[in-house]
Each structure stands twice: as C-alpha cells, then as structure tokens.
C-alpha cells in the first residue's frame, strides 16, 4: 500500500494550524462520511484515509513525529488499517464530541455505536545496540475474550436475561430538567441494559475471560528513546471494538556515545603531544568497525572531528547521522623533577621562538590589549 501524504490527504499546507487542520478535517468528514455515503466504495477510501491522516495530524505529539520521520515515526512502518468501516465514525464522534449526538444530528441519526475497549500501554527496555540495529519484540499483554459458556452475555447457561426496568434497557438514566441534563450509567444494570438472574460461573457474570496473548513488534532501526508506536486494534475486549496497543520505547544509555537526533556524541582524551603532533586514535563505532580518527596537528582543546555516516540510522528516511569526537585536551601530570626540567627547556624555547606557537592565547591577549587602549 502506498503511503499517504497526509499533508494532502486532508489538503492543508505543512505550516496548518492544529485549528485549521480539524477544520479541513471536519469539513471532508462531513462530506465522505459512512453515514451518508453508504456503499461508496470511493468515499469509504477517502473517509479511510483522512482519518488515518487526522489520526497523527490531529495529535500535537504525533504529528511533530511524523514531520520528523515519516511514517515510520507514527506507526512503526505499517499503515494503520481500520478493518471495520463503521469504526471510522467513531473517531469522528470522539474528535467533535459525536456521543452527544453532534454528528447524528447531521445526518439525522440512527447508527447505534459500538463501544470501544480502553487502550493498553506497554514499555520496551531496549539495549542501544538495538536502538542502533532494530529488532523484534515478542511481549504478553492481557486481553479480554468473549466467555464461551455464556457468549457474553454473563448469564448462567440456559437463565433468561431481562431488559433493565430502571433504564429500559438504554444503560444510562438522565436526571434533571430540560435546561440541563445528567446523563449517568445506569446504577442497577450497570451500563448493560440488561439484568441477569442467575450469573455464568466461568465469567462471574462480566461476559469475558482474561487470556495472555502475545504480540510481536518490528522496532526499526533508529528508535529513540521515549518514542512510541502504535499496535492497532490488539487490545481485544469481548465483542467491543477493539483498543490499540502502545508501545513505549525506553533506550539505554550507552557507555560510550551520546545521541543527539541522529548524531552520536563522544569526547576522546588526547595527550598534549599527539594534540600537538597529530596521531590516529582507534574508535569502535555502532556497526561494530574500529576506525581510526585521524587528530591533526595542533588539535585544539574542544576540538570537534566528524565521522561521517557513522551515527544512528534515520528513522523513516534513508542515511545515518554522524559521529563526533570532541578532541579533550590533556597535560600531563605527575611529573619527576628530570620531566619538569624538560617541559621548562622546551616552554623556554618556545618562548624564545619568533613564531606563534599558542592560537589561541595570542587572540586572547590582542582583545584584551584593545580594551585597555
Ligand atoms: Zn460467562
Ligand atoms: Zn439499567
């Protein structure tokens, strides 16, 4: 499947304000919604698409990944899928409040919805190495299946279950006068709508049975710590509509770089000599080489040398970042008195030297001089 640009897909500009995107949104939802286009093939897809696009563009949090990396930044490289069509308007309602009939009252009403299970959370700890390469995951959640002994319906085999009188079988109640309405869930039926007689052994009446499933996971390379993804419709529920799975990415630090965007960063100690004569110091980078850095001559303190092509994979585009090394400086220490002698003949020499052999302090000194003209 293609993957939807969907900046176009709901034919705003890349700069849109969140208002002017759920504008634009509300305004193709109206036009291709299921309720008002039944058995259009055509607008189905439209409706499919839009709202997939409005899933991440209307998400502050979602849409900053996905202008950072792709698609694969919102849903870990698969497109989101909405197996059910009439599912669709339920993300519409739950965006402009359709519960309280805003919607219904477009089109006149009339589609009972179904109720949709609550999302799950899950948190990964990956290694950086697996951060670096990608991988695969198989975790367990908890779902809720259907009870087989009572189909869900929470009475004992063969019991009746009779309509709620308390609600009239709606599952909510609504108190007060025409100004304002509260509207509750019912308290004796307790949302069902229906009262049970005798209650299903397997289930204690609640319709479903726990189970462990498990899920597996396809983190691409480049995942960085505290990103997320989404498993769609895996947090199953009885017969409610199914929740989606999230997966929170927790990173380990590594022992050696610090990421920053795609770059990773690392400071390497260089002796006052090979800083001063140049050297080749060997660095593991992530893919498992060992390159050598090249330190010029006259590396300076603080000094950044860049690996090209050796940083983290770029989530949802092609490339890798860098890798710095920042060139730190060190002096000896310790010194015996004959090593002192000799750093002293070698300062004296320098000092007598008509070359410049301190860039920096040279600077340093002029600025100072110009401000006590
Ligand atoms: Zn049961
Ligand atoms: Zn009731």
Redesign the pocket.
Known sequence: MAQLDYYKTLRVERDASAESIKKAYRRLAIKYHPDKNQGDKEAEKKFKEMNEAFSVLGDAEKRQKYDSFGHQGVNGGGSSDYSNFNDLGDIFDSVFGGKAGNFSDVFGGGRRRQQRANDLQYKINLEFEDAYKGCEHTFNIQVHDTCNECKGNGAKDGTSVKN?T??GGK?VTISGNGFMQLQQT?S??GGR?SIIEETCRSCNGGGTKMRSKSLQVKIPAGINDGDKMALRSEATHGDLVPGDVYVWINVKPHFLYERNGSDLYCSMPVDVFDASLGSKIELPTMSGKRVKVNIPAGSQNGKILRLRGEGMPRLGKSGQGDILVEVKVETPVNLSKKQIELVNELKSNLNQDKVNHSPNSQSWKDKLKSLFK
Do not use: F, K, Q, T
Request: proline residues 0%; glycine residues 24%.
């Open positions: 709620c308390r609600c599952g019912c004796s039926c709508g």
